[in-house]
């Protein structure tokens, strides 16, 4: 995903939405603290998609949303970039306080994106492949650090399960990232 096809995305959804506000979830919301990644990361560039949420929520606003701008629509047909509208439910597995730390959408009114920290965190948890080469390309750049990472992880309330599974998955990108974490 490329800055200007989010802020164009953005600003499709936002006439869309007409009112709130959009919040920008998953790898392309790097682009708000990092708006030059686009240009430093493949993995940035080939992306095809963003996930918004949006602020208010409504059912029909986000099916029409959904059915302008979501996969094999005329939209993404046309320029090759989608949105994928995603349900408020995705905000129960965030961190606490990740709402004061969004980071505004330069040029897009409206649009937030999530601190890298916080998205980092998020992707702990599905645990892929394509997210360790994400967060350790991060992390040997110096964007995340993985003590913030670490401190944010333990905030959370996990079972133990979780708690195993995501500190594991954290230990290996940062040392993959070239800045390990003490066990």
């Not at 439910?89 to 004061?100: K, R």
């Amino acid at each position: 995903m490329h800055l200007k096809a989010l802020k164009h995305l953005a600003a499709v959804a936002a006439a869309i939405a007409q009112e709130g506000r959009i919040v920008v979830l998953g790898s392309s919301s790097i682009l708000g603290t990092y708006p030059e990644a686009d240009s430093d990361y493949e993995w940035v560039r080939l992306s095809r998609d963003a996930d918004f949420v949006l602020d208010p929520y409504d059912d029909g606003t986000a099916r029409i949303a959904h059915d302008a701008l979501g996969v094999d629509s005329v939209f993404d047909q046309q320029y090759g970039y989608y949105a994928d509208i995603i349900r408020p439910m995705a905000y129960e597995n965030f961190l606490p306080g990740w709402q004061d730390r969004l980071v505004p959408l330069e040029g897009c009114a409206g649009v937030f994106c999530l601190e890298p920290h916080d998205m980092a965190v998020a992707k702990c948890f599905p645990a892929r492949k394509k997210d360790h080469d994400l967060l350790a390309a991060l992390i040997g750049a110096g964007r995340l650090s993985p003590p913030v990472l670490k401190e944010r992880l333990s905030s959370m309330a996990l079972t133990e399960a979780w708690i195993v599974k995501s500190h594991r998955f954290l230990h290996g990108v940062a040392e993959a990232g070239g800045q390990p974490l003490p066990r």
